[in-house]
């Protein structure tokens, strides 16, 4: 029994640390983003034929110095959390150090040069590594080091989005299916921890800051479940729109610095044309409730922006595709209240379609329908819509069910382990 408790304590302490140290780091990555963001913008917008020379030639660098971090850190690539999955099932062993370096770098190049990815999938990585670090360093069991490393990487998903149950979750429902306390405790003292640490060094605010003024009324619920279903189509395009551009791309391995460089080039085209669907999307996603655009906007929003983010992860860059997912769904769920307006439901507000947007498209891409809610609800800072939201996953959930398309984070997951050899380095 003493035995017992002094392993419970241990495990405490342990996740204490790694949430700030995982946090950090993930909080680092962050700001990072944010910063390039501000920068990326007036780089990618061509003034004169110099600048496009300049931006050229930059580019070119930047295609160079990612693909040298991806043969440096192999486990680098693509979002990171099959690798951290793959890591707590031993199938994979990532570096640390180079494997967080090359994270983090590459990460910002692609950010500033505009690629769709986003922030969750590497700060979970960065997150996950740097636990694994930390039980190196303190000469962990082999158990206690994959308990620490599923903390780390909810550490990494509290910091990326304020979302510390949604951190939590996430170890539970995506990575160890699970709910047994060695788990849990752990991955919520993190994931709690990394939140305060955003809190404290980026403000106390919710991912988004619009808010839901009006709810939707039972007598409109049919629109939920319409959303849900048109959302669990659209994630299921999703995914098979990805998994054929990877096998697309997988052709041009050998050429890996020119197809960085061709995708590159592809967002510094669509700096001119559609700019709104570089980048990550957080501020796109604020814009659509801030400056409602026409149905035929936002129908060129989502398309471009799922052809885009498929296009920017499929080259194997580091970055993850949550938050460009979020976009989709989101766009998703303003083009179904523009039908509505049309039809006879005047006074449906849009704001509560794009959050039901939101999470009926992340919910058929991940499956996950837990985690999708909850993350949602602490994003938008709007636990009053646990029923709509609830609906719209459930019905997303059964959609992509049916049409029997594989979660995303499976499918990279069968990938990772088809790909030789499985390790950086011997760990």
């Not at 509290?158 to 939590?168: L, M």
């Not at 279903?229 to 041009?252: A, P």
């Not at 050429?255 to 559609?274: D, E, G, I, M, R």
Request: hydrophobic share 50%; with cysteine.
């Amino acid at each position: 029994m003493k035995r017992n408790q002094y392993f419970h304590l241990k495990m405490i302490l342990y996740a204490v640390l790694v949430g700030l140290i995982s946090g950090l780091g993930a909080v680092f990555y962050r700001w990072l983003l944010s910063r390039i963001a501000q920068a990326s913008q007036a780089f990618l917008t061509v003034s004169s034929w110099k600048h496009l020379i300049i931006a050229l030639i930059v580019m070119f660098v930047g295609a160079i110095i990612v693909n040298r971090l991806l043969k440096w850190a192999p486990l680098s690539g693509g979002s990171g959390i099959p690798q951290i999955k793959a890591e707590l099932t031993d199938k994979v062993k990532a570096n640390p150090w180079p494997t967080v370096t090359s994270k983090i770098v590459g990460g910002a190049i692609n950010n500033f040069f505009g690629l769709s990815l986003g922030r969750e999938g590497p700060s979970i990585q960065i997150g996950g590594t740097l636990a694994k670090w930390l039980s190196r360093f303190f000469k962990m069991s082999d158990d206690e080091k994959k308990f620490m490393m599923a903390a780390g990487a909810s550490a990494g998903l509290s910091a990326a989005f304020n979302a510390p149950i949604a951190g939590t979750l996430f170890s539970v429902e995506e990575m160890y299916h699970s709910f047994s306390p060695f788990i849990l405790v752990p991955a919520f003292i993190s994931s709690i921890i990394a939140n305060m640490l955003s809190y404290y060094i980026l403000g106390v605010a919710p991912t988004f800051s619009f808010a839901v003024e009006m709810s939707i009324s039972l007598n409109h619920y049919y629109w939920i479940i319409l959303v849900g279903i048109v959302g669990g189509l659209v994630g299921c395009l999703f995914n098979v729109t990805l998994d054929y551009n990877q096998w697309l791309f997988k052709r041009f391995d050998r050429y890996k610095t020119w197809l960085f460089f061709a995708v590159f080039c592809v967002s510094l085209l669509l700096t001119s044309y559609l700019p709104e669907i570089q980048g990550g999307g957080h501020d796109l996603i604020e814009s659509l409730v801030l400056n409602p655009q026409s149905f035929k906007i936002i129908l060129v929003i989502l398309v471009g922006k799922l052809l885009f983010t498929t296009m920017s992860f499929s080259t194997g860059a580091q970055g993850g595709i949550f938050l460009p997912v979020l976009v989709i769904g989101a766009a998703t769920g303003v083009l179904i209240h523009h039908i509505a307006l049309q039809i006879l439901t005047p006074d449906l507000a849009m704001v509560n379609f794009l959050i039901l947007g939101m999470v009926s498209v992340l919910c058929a891409v991940v499956r996950a329908p837990f985690l999708s809610i909850l993350l949602i609800s602490e994003m938008t800072s709007n636990p009053s819509s646990l029923m709509p939201l609830a609906i719209a996953a459930i019905t997303s959930y059964i959609v992509s069910e049916v049409l029997r398309v594989e979660p995303v984070y499976e499918m990279l997951y069968d990938k990772l382990l088809a790909k030789q050899p499985q390790t950086d380095v011997t760990d």
